[in-house]
Structure formats: structure tokens, C-alpha cells
């Protein structure tokens, strides 16, 4: 049984500032700033990228550099915002350098985004690329074999669907694979309507009830919409 929207965003918003001051693993001591999502807290549609870069570290706000960019680009294609969906990556925390996440940082990182998933409650996880894929297929089957496929996983006691996709970073640097996830990406709303079942509150609303989240407290970076 699902949790009140305003009870689970409540919990994000407090695992959000206990993210913030995380000092779990080395990364900690290297970052700028906690990089722990950002957008809708009771999204249907959630992604998962791999890990902060420059861009990300300086702003605190997942996907804001180029690859960023072809991902709002690729939402509007398909009628979605940022608004509608919530972001987040495998690692909090930007490996210097850029350098691949190590398999001790996703294993101490895990909790922050199992809790995510529990508390957003998504029907639909779109993974970025090899590392969120393989973490949340529980599979090592890679992007390129497994990309554009839905797949049931359960995660917290939840039955959802994982649709992994080619990173976008990767899509900037081979245009085939940029064609391929905007292919890929154009079966997400079927996908999404798929998942979605209709909910009688959402479709007759009581007279004059407002949702108790049309008026979200700003906080920082997380920028919850819903
Ligand atoms: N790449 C990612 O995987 N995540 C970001 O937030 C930015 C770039």
C-alpha cells in the first residue's frame, strides 16, 4: 500500500538533508556539493544516471551540462518536463576526474538511492547508460544488448518497470547512438501509459481539494515540483 504523497516527500526532503552532509566515502572529501536529485517527489517516471560531473558539483542539480541539455531536449520531444519526472544518479558525488564509479562507492551509495526509488515511488525507472542499468537490472548484461527494453524489477517491495537507455554523454559523442535513444525515447510515453494506472482521485477530484503539494517549500537543489 502506497504511502500520502505528502508524507513520502516529507521523508525525501529530510533524506535530502541528511545526504547533503554525507561522509560515507572518499568522494566527500573531493566534491563541492551533494548532488542528490532533483524534480518531482512523486514522479511516475524517474532516471537514473551514473554520477555528478563539473557541472553538476558546482550546481548541485543532476544533468545541468550538455548531456543535460539533450535530455531536456529529448523530454520535450515527448511532452514531458522536468517537472514531471524526477532525476537522480547511481553516486551523490562527483569521482575526481570524472573517472568511472567504483564498485565500493555504488555499494556505500546504494541506500540513498533505494530510499529514493521507495519514497517516489516511480512505475517507470529509465537507467542512463551501464551503470545504473546493471545496478537495477541486478543483470550484467550491458547498455548495448539491453537498451529500449522494458524489464519487471521489484525494488523495495514494489513491482516496476526498468527501461534502460543509452547515456545521453554517450549519444553526444556517436550519432547512432544518439538516433537510437531518441527511438528509444519515443516508446516512453506508451510505456509510461502502460504503467500508469488510472486513479480515481486524480481523474474526479473532490470538489475544491487542492493538492496538499501545489505549493511546494523551496529547497535548494532538489527543486520539487510535485
Ligand atoms: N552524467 C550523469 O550520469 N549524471 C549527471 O548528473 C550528469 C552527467
Known sequence: MSRPAAE???DLVALYR?????????LSESRIQVVFGHGNADADLAFVGEAPGFHEDQQGVPFVGRAG??????LAENGLEREDVF???????RPPENRDPQPEEIETCR??????VELIEPRVICT???FATKLLTLSSRGITQVHGRPQAQTIGGRSLRIYPLFHPAAALRTPRVKEQLREDFSRLPALLAEAV?????LTVPAPG??????????VDQLGLFG
Open 69 to 74: 541539455q539533450l535530455l531536456d531536449e529529448l
Open 111 to 116: 541506500p540513498y538511492l533505494d530510499a529514493q
Open 8 to 10: 513520502r516527500r516529507e
Open 128 to 130: 542512463l547508460g551501464n
Open 87 to 93: 532525476i537522480m544518479n547511481v553516486l551523490k558525488c
Open 197 to 201: 494506472e488510472p486513479s480515481p482521485a
Open 18 to 26: 541528511r545526504a547533503r552532509g554525507c561522509t560515507a566515502c572518499p
Open 209 to 218: 481539494a487542492g493538492s496538499p503539494l501545489e505549493d511546494p517549500p523551496a
